[in-house]
């Protein structure tokens, strides 16, 4: 039985934590702020009183990883997983448009899914189908060198098919622009979602806020499994032995920890390069570039949404989600959302939900919440791509964890619990 540090409380942290308490190692987290869950939490709204999140998160049934860890920790049950793929597309002409699969007969059901996908002319839907086999065939590092925009378009993806199909599905999953990402991680991710079975290709929403869904079961898990978690405890310094390649001790702001046999370090890379500086270990991490997402919460006088939730095609806003109480709604990659005052932002949500929604007429605004945040995930272009491929994931007995670690995924969740499961995996 190992005794580990984690310095880190978000999904990589967490998701380390339990993978190893699982296995009956002793684990010691430390995370800086008061509260866990670092990029994906929940709060009280106490005007409302109603918890809502920092930002929506949606996760798929590919999210393997992710599955396991809400299965160890109990939390399985906090998620709602689809019976079968299915999303509602508005267009401006208030059209729905369904991408829907039977529940079996797999991968045939997708196929029809596709086939039936009534946004884009029948042409268009069979070089959709055409762009899928390539997916199947070929390796996503087969595409490294060229953007996502490019490979669509070399694959004749005509605009209509771009702005109703393709732009929403990759927002969604690399939170950036189709000429900013790096084909080989869209084709990996296209690949992950449709091509490794049918419960892949499904949409999982958490029931709860996101830290009830998944930080709480955490905490009570590692206390049964007599672990110890230490909030607003931030790791300052590391003590490493260069000659025997070893991290003897830490420095945090409240004390100094040297009884551990592994460090696993699951915060992002600018806060890491940090401690390496002030630790003098010569390590220098890419500096990535990171893409922001906007969250709008919204109190209404009538809950006017049927499904629990949208994509909306070609709108500025991409995600709309409904919580009975409140409505969310969400835009990746909102630089220009970003810059705008909340008048401003209101003003837009108004008028976009007036020309996507026939019944948001009659609908008021009761109150509103924005929540914006910076530095959502990295962009995962070429470039961070190549970075990534020349990370080490560990240096002597420290681990490296988080959704930036070379998994060949985008920055999501389920990059962040592989990252974790991978040297949980080497540790037992
Ligand atoms: C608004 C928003 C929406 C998103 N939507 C989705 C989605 O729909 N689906 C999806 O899969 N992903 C989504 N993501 C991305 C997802 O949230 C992240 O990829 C994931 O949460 C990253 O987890 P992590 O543990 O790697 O990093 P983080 O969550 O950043 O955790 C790092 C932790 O380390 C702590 N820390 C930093 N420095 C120190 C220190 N010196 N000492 C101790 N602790 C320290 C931080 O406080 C933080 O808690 C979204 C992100 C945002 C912000």
Redesign the pocket.
């Known amino acids: 039985m190992a005794k580990c540090i984690v ?7 967490l998701s380390a934590a339990a993978f190893l308490a699982d296995k009956n190692h002793n684990v010691h987290l ?4 008061p509260k866990l ?4 939490y929940s709060f009280l709204n106490s005007k409302h009183n109603t918890i809502v999140d ?6 798929m049934g590919c999210y393997h990883y992710t599955l396991k860890f809400l299965n160890i920790i109990g939390a399985e049950k906090n998620v709602e997983i689809q019976k079968n793929l299915k999303i509602d597309f508005v267009a401006n002409n208030k059209k729905i448009f369904q991408l829907k699969a039977k529940s079996n007969n797999y991968p045939i059901n997708i196929l029809f899914a596709l086939i039936n996908y009534k946004a884009l002319s029948l042409l268009e839907r069979l070089n959709v189908i055409k762009l899928f086999l390539k997916v199947l065939y070929n390796y996503p590092e087969d595409y490294s060198n060229i953007t996502t925009k490019e490979f669509l378009l070399k694959n004749n993806q005509s605009q209509n098919s771009i702005d109703s199909l393709w732009e929403i599905l990759h927002v969604g999953t690399m939170n950036c622009k189709l000429n900013e990402s790096s084909a080989e991680i869209f084709v990996r991710v296209l690949r992950e979602i449709f091509f490794t079975g049918n419960q892949s290709t499904k949409i999982i929403l958490p029931k709860f806020g996101l830290s009830e869904t998944y930080c709480k079961p955490t905490e009570s898990f590692l206390e049964k499994k007599q672990c110890k978690i230490s909030l607003s ?3 300052i310094k590391i003590n490493f032995n260069q000659e025997i390649n070893k991290a003897l001790s830490i420095e945090t702001n409240r004390n100094e920890l040297s009884e551990f046999d592994y460090l696993i370090l ?3 890379p600018f ?1 890491l390069q940090k ?1 390496f500086d002030d630790s003098e270990i010569k390590i220098t991490l890419p500096t990535y570039e990171y893409s922001p ?1 906007l ?1 709008i919460h919204l109190w209404l006088n009538k809950n006017f949404l049927k499904e629990k939730f949208y994509g909306l095609i070609d709108s500025r806003i991409h995600w709309v989600f409904n919580h009975f109480d409140h409505i969310t709604l969400t835009t990746s990659a909102a630089d220009e959302l970003m810059k705008l005052s909340d008048n401003e932002i209101i003003k837009i949500v108004r008028q976009e939900l007036a020309e996507y929604f026939d019944e948001f007429n009659n609908i008021e605004i009761k109150d509103y919440l924005i929540i914006k ?1 910076k530095r ?2 990295f962009k995962p272009s070429i470039l961070n791509t190549l970075h990534r491929k020349k990370l080490l994931n560990n240096l002597g007995n420290i681990y490296f964890a ?2 930036w670690i070379n998994t060949g995924f985008p ?6 619990v592989r990252s974790s499961h991978i040297f949980a995996d080497e540790l037992s």
């Open positions: 310095v880190g409380g978000g999904f990589a942290g430390i995370e800086a702020s869950g670092g990029r994906a920092n930002g929506q998160h949606i996760m405890e931030k790791l699951s915060v992002p806060q401690i997402i969250n945040e959502a995930t988080g959704d920055s999501t969740i389920e990059g962040a």
